[in-house]
């Protein structure tokens, strides 16, 4: 007897997406659906630490793919952990993911960059439905008896049907029904052929018919026997001289679901208190999702071969949550929960073993960026971690290809590409990663008054500073636009100095950890009095005094005028053709991060900022004995907010006041 079921809404729009648009890339379901496969088994095997008897009498995991060419059905059986009724139901009636949603709403319509996406978000399952017009499942949970088996059948649409079945094996095997234009699934050759691409890595054997040439028939004939058509070595236990760039890059494509080939990677066996082999790749594009602070890294872990989870965030620290990679101990035990890795000094090490790598990775792609592409040294990247435990490519024979290899051309704005992508993320290291925040701040890169690149780094910076400069000038804004014509720049301007120009929405508040670089402290122009020390002549330092005593008067009558907004009152130096500005103290919050706090809806401490007068300028000058006095207060008051993006507090009084100036 079977029951109806209907799809969760989501599903069914899935699924009206994958048997409508997803044609670019037909091939993936094959890779999707073994992984699902390999997934299951790793999961009984997991399983089964605990409770052996779930092995049955079958304790070898094996994933056989077969077809009938009559039948046009092609079947990928697992003998994994197997589906309850309830669980099918579950499993493939519903989308537990919250990543779904998010998926849904960045669809373009773009059949290309959708199937990329659907990739990315791996949609694993229902991608079968890219070929077939039906599915059938049969499975049965490891543990559960024979009768309590289920099949479970849907043709993609709203609905699917299960019933109870007897089922003698345990796990699963999913039946497709192949539409007419996917009969090239049911040859040979082909299906060998993907799962050679997708799946080679895959550690169980995938087992296919062997087929032998019949000579009377005048065709291949598949036979009775099975043969195993995958490598089924983990590729990262290989060595590196047997490895070829494409392997990499395939095996990439499997475990990150990027279908962009990757910018590096670095693979490495690590000797010495902890034993580990490493192997981790720098992605050539930002998830989706890079910005989700519960976003865990995307670094699988095996132990001595056997999968434990994917996601190990105690691997790498959260600001290289976009790293993929696998990493296999020898040393930590198999049963490892999330909570264990934690506090292990083994995983410690690893992630301190990790993150240096990492590091160094980058370290060489901006190197290659600024010598002219010089070929991948894979052994300096080695060597820059020498430090015990003893970092080995994997193959020391072959130092020199140690690292992804890319062509000089390539490497010449790989880091740029590389930073325009992940830099605002690298930044949070300066404020996560101490002991490293000397290395992650020479791979900060900036626009800057003289580039409108972000390319700048703060070596770059204080090779060209003017003598006599003693400090890294910066100025924080919500964008390049604002940041160039902001009044704060006027003076630096002037007088040359270039000043590094700040527009991710973490500079700020990664920049309050970076209180210098190689010796050189870094000021935010937009904090504290002006202090160009050395770069400002006494005359000027005097004409400044002068103005500020001469116009005491002034201040004092806009101190009170303006007691409910501004800090302080000042005369500065630093304005050139505006009238005015906002700067904050020292060690406050600047009005931006104050804005950005708020917007995000946090806790902003208010923080009143100090006015500041042009005493050269036509406005401020006339200020004096102005019929007006107050209006025009507020007005140069709230034209400064204006001017670095803020907003009057009441914008109304503003427009009136300015309309009043006007008629
Ligand atoms: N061969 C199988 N054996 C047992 N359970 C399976 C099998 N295939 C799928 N499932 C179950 O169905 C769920 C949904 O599968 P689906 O491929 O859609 O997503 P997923 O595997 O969880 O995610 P992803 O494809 O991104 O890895 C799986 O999480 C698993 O619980």
Redesign the pocket.
């Known amino acids: 007897m079977s029951t109806h079921h209907a799809f969760q809404a989501e599903v069914a729009q899935l699924l009206h997406l994958v048997t409508h648009s997803l044609y670019s890339n037909k091939d993936i379901f094959l890779r ?1 659906l073994v ?3 390999s ?2 088994c790793d999961r009984l095997r997991f399983e089964a630490l605990d409770n052996a008897e779930l092995f049955e009498d079958a304790p070898n995991l094996e994933v056989r793919v077969a077809f009938d060419a009559e039948a046009k059905t092609l079947t990928i059986t ?1 003998n ?4 309850s009724e309830a ?1 099918a139901i579950e ?2 009636g519903t989308i537990a ?1 919250s990543g779904t949603k998010a998926f849904m709403s960045r669809l373009s319509g773009d059949q290309q960059k959708d199937a990329q996406l659907i990739g990315q978000f ?5 991608s079968g439905f890219i070929v077939a017009d039906r599915i059938t499942v049969e ?1 049965r949970r490891a543990g559960l008896p024979p009768e309590q088996g289920v099949r479970w059948v849907s043709a993609g649409a709203g609905e699917f049907e299960t019933e109870a079945i007897s089922r003698a094996e345990r ?2 095997a ?1 039946t497709l029904h192949l539409r007419d234009d996917a009969a090239d699934y049911l040859k040979r050759w082909k299906l060998k052929g993907i799962i050679g691409k997708y799946s080679d890595h895959i550690s169980l054997p995938i087992l296919m018919r062997k087929e032998e040439w019949d000579a009377e028939k005048g065709e291949s004939v598949l036979q009775d026997e099975w043969e195993q058509v995958n490598a089924a070595s983990a590729l990262w236990t290989r060595p590196k001289k047997d490895l070829s760039e494409q392997q990499y890059t395939d095996f990439y494509e499997t475990i990150s679901h990027d279908s962009q080939a990757p910018l590096c990677w670095s693979h490495n066996r690590v000797e010495g208190a902890t034993e580990y082999t490493q192997l981790l790749y720098i992605p050539a594009k930002a998830p989706h999702d890079l910005w989700n602070r519960d976003k865990k890294p995307g670094v699988k872990l095996y132990v001595r071969r056997v999968f434990i989870m994917d996601e190990a965030e105690a691997l790498l620290p959260s600001y290289l949550r976009w790293v993929k990679g696998v990493i296999d101990s020898a040393d930590l035990p198999l049963n490892v929960s999330r909570e264990l890795l934690q506090e292990s000094r083994d995983v410690k090490a690893i992630r301190e073993g990790n993150t240096r790598r990492v590091l160094a990775l980058l370290e060489d792609l901006a190197k290659q960026g600024t010598q002219e592409a010089a070929p991948a040294d894979g052994a300096s990247a080695d060597g820059a971690a020498a430090a015990a435990p003893v970092e080995a490519p994997v193959d020391a024979a072959q130092a020199e290809a140690a690292e992804g290899a890319s062509t000089p051309s390539e490497a010449k704005d790989k880091y740029a590409r590389f930073y325009a992508e992940f830099g605002a993320v690298l930044k949070e290291g300066l404020g996560e990663d101490f002991g490293n925040r000397e290395r992650i701040a020479r791979l900060l890169r900036f626009a800057s008054t003289a580039s409108d690149a972000v390319a700048v780094s703060l070596a770059d910076y204080k090779a060209r500073m003017k003598e006599g400069q003693q400090a890294i000038y910066y100025l924080t804004a919500d964008n390049l636009a604002a940041a160039k014509s902001s009044p704060q720049l006027e003076l630096f301007r002037k007088k040359g100095i270039e000043v590094l120009l700040m527009t991710d929405r973490v500079d700020e508040w990664a920049l309050s950890f970076l209180h210098e670089f190689d010796g050189t402290a870094l000021q935010s122009v937009a904090k504290g009095a002006v202090d160009l020390g050395q770069l400002q002549d006494e005359a000027e330092k005097q004409a400044a005094e002068a103005a500020a005593e001469q116009h005491k008067p002034l201040l004092e009558r806009l101190k009170a005028v303006l007691a409910d907004k501004a800090a302080d009152v000042r005369m500065t130096t630093r304005l050139v053709d505006s009238p005015a500005c906002l700067v904050v103290g020292e060690g406050d919050y600047s009005n931006q991060l104050a804005r950005m706090l708020k917007a995000a809806g946090q806790q902003a401490p208010e923080v009143k900022p100090i006015l500041e007068l042009n005493p050269a300028h036509a406005l401020v000058q006339k200020l004096e004995g102005a019929a007006q006095f107050d209006d025009l207060a507020h007005i140069l008051f709230d034209q400064a907010l204006l001017a670095e993006g803020g907003l009057p507090q009441d914008p109304a009084g503003y427009v009136r006041r300015v309309n009043a100036l006007l008629v």
């Not at 791996?122 to 229902?126: D, L």
């Open positions: 999707e992984s699902n496969a997934d299951a697992d994994g952990i197997g589906m669980e499993h493939l993911k791996g949609v694993g399952f229902y499975s796990g699963s999913i």
